[in-house]
Nanobody, 119 residues
Framework: QVQLIESGGGLVQAGGSLRLSCAASGRTFSVYRMGWFRQAPGKEREFVAHIIWSGGTTLYADSVKGRFTVSRDNAKMTVYLQMARLKPEDTAVYYC????????????WGQGTQVTVSS
């Protein structure tokens, strides 16, 4: 069983930066893609970014493109979300998720980490 542990959330002023981390652990597991999602109060969860583990291809939501960067460390089995030029509307609980195979959704999710951007 794979587990995802997130860290790095917090309170930051608008225009600031934060880096989220998500470490995957478990006995044996496959990773095809890891994604970041977020859910703001009263809103549905939305896609933020993903990275294909082999090759590093990335995809971003339009709302974060050019401000957020997703990356991974193969040796540490960790995915990162570097967030820059943060806006109050980026305030949300951020979740990482793991898709073990291509063509599948995300069966494994982290516990979430709060990001709050003050104006």
């Amino acid at each position: 069983q794979v587990q995802l542990i997130e860290s790095g959330g917090g309170l930051v002023q608008a225009g600031g930066s934060l880096r989220l981390s998500c470490a995957a652990s478990g006995r044996t597991f496959s990773v095809y893609r890891m994604g970041w999602f977020r859910q703001a109060p009263g809103k549905e969860r939305e896609f933020v970014a993903h990275i294909i583990w082999s090759g590093g291809t990335t995809l971003y939501a339009d709302s974060v493109k050019g401000r957020f960067t997703v990356s991974r460390d193969n040796a540490k089995m960790t995915v990162y979300l570097q967030m820059a030029r943060l806006k109050p509307e980026d305030t949300a609980v951020y979740y990482c998720a793991l898709a073990p195979y291509a063509g599948q959704g995300y069966p494994t999710w982290g516990q979430g980490t709060q990001v709050t951007v003050s104006s």
